[in-house]
């Protein structure tokens, strides 16, 4: 088996923006993809927000953002069906990023 460094031999004899092309494409190979929510899942999001907002309760999101999943945790404070967002503790949040809901 011949042990290859790949493009990493190659590097230095290449252009400051081809290095830069590489960086970017191997950043971008580990984009993660935003899943398609089935309507009984939205549903059952739905009813939880609804809980979290009437009882003041404290939610769980994970929310799809900049190609990553990141999670927020406190009160919900509003939910705007108009403009589509949802506002917890000092962050609004559009409601088709949202992916998952839990309640504490």
């Known amino acids: ?6 493009t990493i031999k190659w590097t230095s004899m290449m252009l400051p ?3 830069n ?3 970017e494409m191997w950043s971008q190979k ?4 935003k899943p398609m929510l089935d309507e009984q899942l939205i549903t059952e999001m739905n009813l939880k ?3 979290a907002l009437k009882d003041d309760l404290t939610i769980e999101i994970e929310y799809f953002k900049d190609h990553d999943y990141h999670k927020i945790k406190g009160k919900l404070l509003g939910v705007n069906p108009l403009l589509n967002y949802i506002k917890i503790e000092d962050m609004e949040l559009p ?3 949202i992916t998952g809901v839990w309640i504490d």
Do not use: P, S, Y
């Open 1 to 6: 088996m011949i042990n290859d460094r790949g």
């Open 17 to 19: 923006e081809h290095a």
């Open 21 to 23: 092309m590489l960086k």
């Open 30 to 33: 580990e984009w993660k993809e």
């Open 49 to 51: 927000l609804q809980f």
């Open 95 to 97: 409601l088709d990023a």
